[in-house]
């Protein structure tokens, strides 16, 4: 599954057995590519209860939210 922001950016979500994956692909300037993919992390954040990483291209995390327990969410 992907979407398509109005100005063309993609998201690319991967469902695996465990984890889903979210994949952005810009072809913007790098401080704007970055500005949406935070933009999308703290979404998924607000959306989810499990853990969540921000990677880099190099796979580095750059942002990371354990998962919430019952007490937390």
């Known amino acids: 599954m992907h979407l398509e922001t109005p100005d063309g950016v993609r ?5 695996g057995v465990r984890a889903m994956a979210v994949s952005l692909v810009s072809g913007l300037p790098d401080a704007e590519h970055n500005e949406w993919a ?36």
């Open 38 to 73: 935070i933009r999308i992390f703290d979404e998924i954040v607000r959306g989810v209860t499990g853990g969540v990483e921000l990677l880099d291209e190099d796979d580095n995390v750059v942002r990371s939210r354990p998962p919430r327990t019952r007490a937390s969410a």
């Open 11 to 15: 998201i690319y979500v991967h469902r």
